[in-house]
């Protein structure tokens, strides 16, 4: 019982003691930590992403990429520095600039190939027929260029004093003995149905008919009735017009595309609106030195309709070959910028950060370019605001825009090649000017010869550009017929040729040249990127070949 009053004791006094230090200690406590806290608080400047530096914030927060937490940058302190071949753009400007992204991707890689050549008889099938023995022609069963003849039709009665003597040693020969006659006949020009004919065939008649050796066109006559003529003398030439070839030049940058097989559609002239659909039967392996072509086969059936071929002997056509290369990684020909011999593009990285990036290209299709290395499946690429995205890059690096370094001097005769093909393109870009589709079709006639010499200069210069790819591709203005149509196919060929002459600006021995720069092409050239360039000649003024006498003002004149 002396336990209870103790316990009472004991809590009067620890109760009030309690509560003193409650009131007083923590004060006290307080007091004594606050000049410390106060000594190592700092102020936050921004919250970073360690792993995607260009992720910034006032506030606390995650990476809108990665999801990590940001990182305070305290005063006095640096964050991580966004690497220098980033372009970073808030999202107003991102608008305003109308930014746009296509996903690399494995896809077919398709291109069009619109190539020009002539329609030409089945060599397999075309024949020379001569005379056999001398003799003179006395009547002509065939007597004009393009008769229609089946095999085994009479072309001509032959008078050979030769050819009778043998026919009479024939006709006197027992059964038994005629076979090593019957040879001697044929050699001299009788078909085996004509021989057994001689045991009837009157004394008197003194001619023999030559007979055609196979169905076909006549294509040449080199005899008249009355002529005499000596053995091994041509008489007709006679081609079998039911199957004809489409030959047609392809280049070296054309091969990757083309194989036996492939179906191609040909347009002639001379059946307007019409499309005959034939396969490449046959790739040359030769090449021309001059010209770096060689030719491509297409074989086309060619029916008689109403009384005539379908397809005359020898006429001009255009072909169209689309191919398709299997699935490959690609991206929009748009996304690529060429910087002399480099190909670049800007990734997009999230939140308004955009990275340069060097990339190895491949075989260009009509829409697309096949990438080899730079990128991976998933990577987004600017296809829209991707120059104004290298132009903020040249100014946040704070150095002068990166030129290709003087290259050795050119020679005579890459300066000459260098030369024409200026000439070329001022003179194209002249005609689109001034809508002047006539001048455009003369002026392009000349087109693929003189390319074809600039591209073998330009070659053999060390470090080529990867561009010639681009310009051998786009190198033929064949079947135009529209400003609409020139104007395309001027862009194509004005953009690669601009990006091959650039660096010649700087090297000793090449003639001199003006660059222009139209702002908006893409309005013209639905598709294409927004600036355009094209190339000038002498000192007349600058005149956009893209607009022509729309616009014919529209453009700056590019500095060295």
């Known amino acids: 019982m002396k336990t209870f009053p103790a316990i009472l004791l004991t809590a009067a006094i620890a109760i009030p003691a309690t509560w003193w230090l409650t009131r007083h200690e923590p004060a006290t406590a307080t007091a004594t930590a606050t000049p410390v806290a106060a000594a190592s608080e700092r102020k936050v400047l921004y919250y970073q992403?360690?792993?995607?530096?260009?992720?910034?914030?006032?506030?606390?927060?995650?990476?809108?990429?990665?999801?990590?937490?940001?990182?305070?940058?305290?005063?006095?302190?640096?964050?991580?520095?966004?690497?220098?071949?980033?372009?970073?753009?808030?999202?107003?400007?991102?608008?305003?600039?109308?930014?746009?992204?296509?996903?690399?991707?494995?896809?077919?890689?398709?291109?069009?190939?619109?190539?020009?050549?002539?329609?030409?008889?089945?060599?397999?099938?075309?024949?020379?027929?001569?005379?056999?023995?001398?003799?003179?022609?006395?009547?002509?069963?065939?007597?004009?260029v393009g008769a229609e003849i089946t095999a085994g039709q009479p072309m001509i009665s032959f008078y050979s004093q030769m050819l009778l003597v043998a026919?009479?040693?024939?006709?006197?020969?027992?059964?038994?003995?005629?076979?090593?006659?019957?040879?001697?006949?044929?050699?001299?020009?009788?078909?085996?149905?004509q021989i057994p004919a001689l045991l009837s065939k009157p004394a008197s008649v003194l001619t023999s008919d030559l007979h055609a050796p196979m169905s076909g066109s006549v294509v040449a006559q080199k005899v008249y009735e009355g002529q005499y003529v000596k053995q091994g003398d041509p008489l007709f030439e006679i081609a079998d017009f039911s199957t004809m070839w489409f030959m047609f030049d392809a280049y070296e940058s054309d091969l990757p595309w083309l194989k036996q097989g492939q179906t191609?559609?040909?347009?002639?002239?001379?059946?307007?609106g019409q499309s005959i659909t034939g396969k490449i039967a046959?790739?040359?392996?030769?090449?021309?030195?001059?010209?770096?072509?060689?030719?491509?086969?297409?074989?086309?059936?060619?029916?008689?309709?109403?009384?005539k071929r379908q397809l005359s002997h020898r006429v001009s056509a255009d072909g169209e070959?689309?191919?398709?290369?299997?699935?490959?990684?690609?991206?929009?020909?748009?996304?690529?910028?060429?910087?002399?011999?480099?190909?670049?593009?800007?990734?997009?990285?999230g939140g308004g950060a955009y990275?340069?990036?060097?990339?190895?290209?491949?075989?260009?299709?009509?829409?697309?370019?096949?990438?080899?290395?730079?990128?991976?499946?998933?990577?987004?690429?600017?296809?829209?605001?991707?120059?104004?995205?290298?132009?903020?890059?040249?100014?946040?690096?704070?150095?002068?825009?990166?030129?290709t370094p003087a290259g050795q001097a050119l020679t005579h005769e890459e300066a000459t090649a260098v030369k024409d093909f200026l000439a070329l393109s001022d003179a194209l870009a002249a005609a689109l000017g001034k809508d002047d589709l006539v001048s455009f079709n003369k002026e392009a006639a000349t087109?693929?010869?003189?390319?074809?010499?600039?591209?073998?200069?330009?070659?053999?210069?060390?470090?080529?550009?990867?561009?010639?790819?681009?310009?051998?591709?786009?190198?033929?203005?064949?079947?135009?017929?529209?400003?609409?149509?020139?104007?395309?196919?001027?862009?194509?060929?004005?953009?690669?040729?601009?990006?091959?002459?650039?660096?010649?600006?700087?090297?000793?021995?090449?003639?001199?040249?003006?660059?222009?720069?139209?702002?908006?092409?893409?309005?013209?050239?639905?598709?294409?990127?927004?600036?355009g360039r094209w190339i000038q000649t002498g000192d007349r003024p600058g005149n956009n070949p893209f607009f022509g006498s729309t616009m014919p003002d529209c453009g700056e004149e590019i500095q060295p």
């Open 49 to 144: 992403s360690t792993m995607h530096p260009w992720i910034k914030s006032d506030k606390p927060g995650r990476c809108t990429i990665c999801g990590m937490e940001l990182t305070p940058v305290y005063e006095g302190q640096q964050g991580t520095e966004a690497r220098p071949d980033m372009v970073m753009l808030d999202p107003t400007n991102v608008r305003v600039l109308r930014v746009e992204t296509a996903v690399a991707k494995k896809q077919p890689l398709e291109r069009t190939l619109t190539v020009a050549g002539t329609i030409d008889d089945d060599a397999t099938r075309h024949r020379i027929v001569s005379a056999y023995v001398d003799g003179r022609i006395e009547k002509l069963h065939v007597n004009h």
């Open 167 to 193: 026919e009479g040693e024939y006709r006197l020969l027992e059964p038994q003995r005629r076979e090593s006659a019957s040879i001697r006949l044929r050699q001299m020009g009788l078909s085996p149905e």
């Open 264 to 272: 191609v559609d040909v347009h002639a002239k001379s059946l307007p």
């Open 282 to 307: 046959f790739i040359d392996p030769n090449f021309d030195e001059i010209t770096r072509a060689t030719k491509i086969r297409v074989e086309l059936a060619n029916p008689l309709v109403e009384g």
């Open 321 to 349: 070959v689309r191919v398709a290369v299997p699935d490959v990684l690609a991206i929009p020909r748009s996304a690529v910028l060429r910087t002399g011999p480099r190909a670049i593009v800007y990734v997009d990285q």
């Open 355 to 403: 990275q340069q990036r060097v990339i190895q290209i491949g075989r260009s299709g009509d829409h697309l370019i096949e990438v080899l290395g730079g990128l991976k499946p998933g990577d987004k690429v600017v296809t829209q605001g991707n120059l104004l995205l290298d132009g903020q890059a040249e100014i946040n690096r704070g150095i002068e825009p990166e030129t």
């Open 447 to 531: 087109a693929m010869d003189t390319t074809a010499r600039f591209i073998a200069a330009m070659k053999a210069r060390p470090e080529p550009s990867s561009a010639l790819v681009d310009l051998e591709q786009n190198q033929h203005f064949h079947n135009i017929t529209t400003l609409k149509d020139a104007r395309l196919r001027f862009h194509a060929f004005i953009t690669a040729a601009e990006v091959i002459l650039q660096p010649l600006r700087h090297t000793a021995g090449s003639p001199s040249f003006h660059v222009w720069e139209c702002p908006m092409v893409h309005e013209a050239i639905p598709g294409s990127a927004a600036k």
